[in-house]
């Protein structure tokens, strides 16, 4: 989601600037509130950015199972790591998400703070919540796991795993799916804080590649249930959830209380799946990824300033 502290502020300074400032009408009024937005010039309509970011989504989460497939067939272990085209791709992934998360997700806590209207630490609780909601969750698969193999003695910790590999897809896969839902869901609200034309195509850019690499990495975790279960769960969520944002049918402060929800649970998995072992990474496409979201996100938000 954008960081949209520089366009409250901006707003801020627009509020408070002195009626003469602006330009009047013939009766000597001052413009209209939509005025400023007027000023910046024409931007992309939230309905076809909807549109383009589902499609985004859409054609990756349909075919990540054969995409990895491919490049693990091209993959050539004699290579050097930062030529070989699935750890570039792993690391250049971890990269983004990691920059996505300290210079996006954190930052924009504390300005949903605002949005809430509610305690100055009230979406880093939300945050927390959502946190211990899905630690909780997995303790009781796995509890319910060990139960469940206790007749097979001393090898029970064969079925435990593969059970709580089966839980933590599931849960990762419904966490990803609730989380594109938010993003489109948003969509027409972070595009009412961006100017221009260019700021609405950095931003659907820059979560094009953050939710693809997204659904890439979910889908490493089990393949063959991603391919059975994404097209069923995922695409019609995702579907709702533009049509919904395309008639504005959900207050914006239920949609940012319940991105604060999930904020915890995505910074989690960042940093326990998206920041892999150094021997599986190449440090090179590590850095390229986070500067090219860095970059992405700069010029968004001098885009947003203009």
């Given at each position: 989601?954008?960081?949209?502290?520089?366009?409250?502020?901006?707003?801020?300074?627009?509020?408070?600037?002195?009626?003469?400032d602006?330009?009047?009408?013939?009766?000597?009024?001052?413009?209209?509130?939509?005025?400023?937005?007027?000023?910046?010039?024409?931007?992309?309509?939230?309905?076809?950015?909807?549109?383009?970011?589902?499609?985004?989504?859409?054609?990756?989460?349909?075919?990540?199972r054969?995409?990895?497939?491919?490049?693990?067939?091209?993959?050539?272990?004699?290579?050097?790591?930062?030529?070989?085209?699935?750890?570039?791709?792993?690391?250049?992934?971890?990269?983004?998400?990691?920059?996505?998360?300290?210079?996006?997700?954190?930052?924009?806590?504390?300005?949903?703070?605002?949005?809430?209207?509610?305690?100055?630490?009230?979406?880093?609780?939300?945050a927390?919540?959502?946190?211990?909601?899905?630690?909780?969750?997995?303790?009781?698969?796995?509890?319910?796991?060990?139960?469940?193999?206790?007749?097979?003695?001393?090898?029970?910790?064969?079925?435990?795993?593969?059970?709580?590999?089966?839980?933590?897809?599931?849960?990762?896969?419904?966490?990803?799916?609730?989380?594109?839902a938010?993003?489109?869901?948003?969509?027409?609200?972070?595009?009412?804080?961006?100017?221009?034309?260019?700021?609405?195509?950095?931003?659907?850019?820059?979560?094009?590649?953050?939710?693809?690499?997204?659904?890439?990495?979910?889908c490493?975790?089990?393949?063959?249930?991603?391919?059975?279960?994404?097209?069923?769960?995922?695409?019609?969520?995702?579907?709702?959830?533009?049509?919904?944002?395309?008639?504005?049918?959900?207050?914006?402060?239920?949609?940012?209380?319940?991105?604060?929800?999930?904020?915890?649970?995505?910074?989690?998995?960042?940093?326990?799946?998206?920041?892999?072992?150094?021997?599986?990474?190449?440090?090179?496409?590590?850095?390229?990824?986070?500067?090219?979201?860095?970059?992405?996100?700069?010029?968004?938000?001098r885009?947003?300033?203009?």
């Amino acid at each position: 989601m954008l960081t949209i502290t520089s366009t409250l502020l901006a707003a801020a300074a627009t509020a408070a600037a002195p009626a003469a400032d602006l330009p009047k009408d013939a009766a000597g009024h001052a413009p209209a509130a939509g005025y400023a937005a007027a000023a910046h010039g024409p931007s992309l309509p939230q309905e076809l950015g909807l549109a383009l970011l589902l499609l985004a989504v859409l054609a990756v989460v349909l075919r990540a199972r054969p995409l990895l497939e491919l490049l693990e067939h091209s993959d050539n272990r004699q290579q050097p790591k930062a030529l070989r085209w699935p750890t570039a791709l792993r690391s250049f992934s971890g990269g983004l998400a990691a920059a996505y998360v300290l210079l996006l997700l954190l930052p924009e806590l504390s300005v949903i703070n605002t949005e809430l209207h509610g305690p100055p630490t009230l979406a880093f609780g939300l945050a927390l919540l959502g946190l211990l909601i899905y630690k909780g969750i997995q303790h009781y698969c796995l509890q319910q796991a060990t139960a469940a193999h206790e007749a097979m003695g001393e090898w029970k910790f064969v079925g435990v795993k593969a059970a709580e590999k089966r839980s933590n897809f599931a849960i990762s896969l419904g966490v990803f799916t609730g989380y594109a839902a938010l993003v489109l869901l948003t969509l027409p609200f972070q595009f009412s804080h961006l100017n221009g034309m260019v700021s609405a195509v950095l931003y659907l850019i820059t979560f094009a590649l953050h939710l693809g690499f997204d659904v890439l990495a979910t889908c490493e975790e089990d393949e063959r249930r991603f391919a059975s279960l994404a097209p069923r769960l995922v695409v019609p969520v995702l579907i709702v959830a533009s049509v919904l944002a395309a008639i504005g049918a959900l207050p914006n402060v239920v949609l940012l209380a319940a991105f604060s929800l999930l904020a915890g649970i995505i910074i989690y998995n960042v940093f326990r799946v998206e920041l892999r072992k150094p021997e599986d990474t190449s440090f090179v496409w590590f850095v390229i990824g986070a500067v090219v979201f860095a970059l992405l996100n700069a010029l968004t938000l001098r885009g947003g300033a203009h």
